[in-house]
Every structure is written in structure tokens, then in C-alpha cells.
């Protein structure tokens, strides 16, 4: 089969790679319907995050059921079938409290930018859908997978309300779904923070009611202008950088939320100025799974239509391309089809 894999920075490559097997009888194989390049992958891309050997790339996917484990019960071969980044058993202690991504089992996913993948825990992973999707609607069930459900763990942790006043910093493709699930929850105003034309144009489009540019001190002091001073109720930190979390906090009002679900790189908080900030932090990878139904049937009832995210369609053999126009920010997120 066809797989992706990184051999170093800026290295990526689609290769021949040995078809997955059941190894645990809790697996399921899926023949993959759609995947795509995520915006934690430009990480290792870039070489920022150190690896040793070539590995396997990808963990956004969706796809048909081939195969399943002895142990499997409530998945079935032929069910089209969406999972998260991370799997689940969805039973323990963890689980029941909603924070699937940090299971007592979990695991996380790589090597879906292939034709074929093996999912760990399927019972607890994986979502079916009722009947197989048409083609319209993959790029936004796919979205579900992770992009969608982060941007939406994103906005549910900085606790958006009906009427709320929002701030979304980063405009990759979580942030900009983090726009539509601020929207979806009744948040009054949103304000994007972005440089980059046709980003803003989607967040636009998703429900944005104001842009920032300005980034830094400069643009703390514009939320505050468009604040009334005050800064906002909920700010979505989708970076994951030492400006992009500085900046969050400081564009709360006092007693705000922050979430946080930009993979952090470097960032050390300020014990002090969380202290005199009064803010709630709340973050980490997003329980994804919590959210998959619920989503799935948004997306199946035309509610949201968070695949508009996807600028570049390519054929999975040419991935690389994908990842480069990501890393140059030519595209939002490239999605890619075996
Ligand atoms: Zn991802
Ligand atoms: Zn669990």
C-alpha cells in the first residue's frame, strides 16, 4: 500500500509500506476515504521537533471498515467510519469524564496518510456513520476527525456562551473552525486575529465579526479598543507559541477563559500575571471523541460546512506538495485522497 513517511526536515515522502494487520483483537483496518496534512505535522516538517528515525506520518482520517479484531463488538466491516487523533476505549474513568484524548489506554495515531490504516480500541475510537456519505461530504467529515473537533474543544473550553465576546488567535485551520464553533454556540462577537487575506475572508464567512492584525502589544490593545477596554470573555489560543498564549491572556477581561490547544512549543506561563489576570486556563490535546457524534450529525444535517477549510486537494502520492504549500502558507490545509 501506499503510506507517507518523514525522513527528515522538509523530507517527506510517499513510499510503499506494508499493509497494516490486526495485531491487538481489539483493531479494526479501514481502507482510508480521505486524510489530509495537519498543522502539528509542519512541527517535525520543519524539523523544530528532534526524531531519530523515519517516521510514519498522518493522523486525521476517515474511511471504510475492512477488517475487525475478535474482541470487536460494536464495529463492523463495510461501516464508514470516523475517528480521532488519539484513541479511546471510551469506557474508563477518563473517558467518562470527557477527556478521551488523555484515555487510560490511548494511543496516538500516525500513518493514516495511507491507503490503509489500523485503528487501535475501534469500539471506543471509531464513530460510524448511518449509510456511507456522499463524496460532497467527506472533506468535512474528515474535518471532524481533528481539525473541527479541536476548534470546537477550543471554544467549548474558553467556555463561548450565547452573546459572548470572543477572541480567536491563529488563523491555520483550527483557529478558523474554532470561528465557526464560536458562532455555532451563540458567541455575539468574534474577533480574528489574522494577517493573511483569504484566511480572514473564511473566518469571515464562519462568523468573524471584527479582524486584528496587529499582533503582539499592538494587538492586546486593540481587543481592548474593540472592548470597551475590557478585553474579551473567551479567548482560543490556537498557536501554541510564547506570543500567541502571552497575547491570549492578556486579551482576556478579568475572569475570562483561555483555552489553549495549539501544541506548545516553548511557551512558559507567568505565575504572576496569571494570578492578577484572573483568567481560566484550559487546554490540551481536544477530546475529540466527545464531540464526534455530535459533529458528524452537524455536518450530515447541513448545519456546518467546516470542509471549507481545504484549499488544496491532491492525490495522496503527491503529499509532499501538500506539505509544502502548508508550510509556506499557500494553502489552509491540504486534503488528500488515495
Ligand atoms: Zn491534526
Ligand atoms: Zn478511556
Redesign the pocket.
Not at 479511546?88 to 474508563?92: G, L, R, V
Not at 484515555?103 to 490511548?106: E, F, G, K, N, S
Given at each position: 500500500m501506499r503510506g507517507t513517511v518523514l525522513y527528515g526536515p522538509r523530507d517527506i515522502r510517499s513510499e510503499e509500506r506494508p499493509e497494516p494487520k490486526i495485531i491487538q483483537p481489539t483493531d479494526a483496518i479501514i481502507s482510508i476515504a480521505a486524510t489530509c496534512v495537519c498543522g502539528s505535522d509542519l512541527w517535525p516538517y520543519r524539523g523544530i521537533n528532534p526524531f531519530t528515525e523515519p517516521t510514519p506520518m498522518g493522523h486525521e482520517y476517515c474511511g471504510v471498515v475492512e477488517d475487525v479484531g475478535a474482541a470487536v463488538k460494536s464495529i463492523k466491516r463495510g461501516q464508514f467510519v470516523i475517528g480521532s487523533f488519539a484513541t479511546?476505549?471510551?469506557?474508563?474513568a477518563?473517558?467518562q469524564h470527557g477527556y478521551?484524548s488523555s484515555?487510560?489506554?490511548?494511543e496516538f495515531m500516525n500513518s493514516a496518510q495511507a491507503t490503509m490504516l489500523r485503528v487501535p480500541l475501534a469500539d471506543?475510537t471509531l464513530v460510524p456513520t448511518p449509510g456511507h456519505p456522499s463524496a460532497g461530504l467527506i472533506p468535512s467529515l474528515l474535518a471532524t476527525s481533528d481539525v473541527l473537533g479541536t476548534g470546537w474543544f477550543a471554544a467549548d473550553a474558553a467556555n463561548v456562551k450565547p452573546g459572548s465576546t470572543v477572541v480567536v488567535v491563529g488563523d491555520g485551520a483550527v483557529g478558523l473552525l474554532g470561528v465557526l464553533s464560536a458562532k455555532h454556540m451563540g458567541a455575539e462577537r468574534i474577533i480574528a486575529m489574522s494577517r493573511h487575506e483569504a484566511r480572514q475572508k473564511l473566518a469571515l464567512e464562519f462568523g468573524a465579526t471584527d479582524i486584528v492584525t496587529e499582533r503582539g502589544d499592538e494587538g492586546i490593545a486593540h481587543i481592548k479598543e474593540l472592548t470597551k477596554g475590557e478585553g474579551a470573555d473567551s479567548v482560543l489560543e490556537c498557536v501554541g507559541t510564547q506570543e500567541s498564549m502571552s497575547q491570549s491572556i492578556q486579551s482576556a477581561r478579568p475572569g475570562g477563559f483561555v483555552s489553549c490547544v495549539g501544541v506548545p512549543h516553548g511557551v512558559e506561563l507567568n505565575g504572576e500575571q496569571l494570578f492578577y489576570t484572573h483568567v481560566h486556563l484550559h487546554g490540551g490535546p481536544a477530546p475529540v471523541r466527545r464531540y464526534l457524534p455530535m459533529l458528524i450529525d452537524l455536518v450530515l444535517n447541513g448545519e456546518i460546512n467546516p470542509g471549507k477549510v481545504f484549499d488544496l486537494t491532491l492525490p495522496l502520492a503527491r503529499v509532499a506538495e501538500g506539505y509544502r504549500a502548508m508550510d509556506e502558507r499557500r494553502a489552509i490545509k491540504a486534503l488528500l485522497v488515495p
Open positions: 479511546s476505549d471510551n469506557t474508563c477518563v473517558c478521551q484515555c487510560q489506554q490511548r471506543g
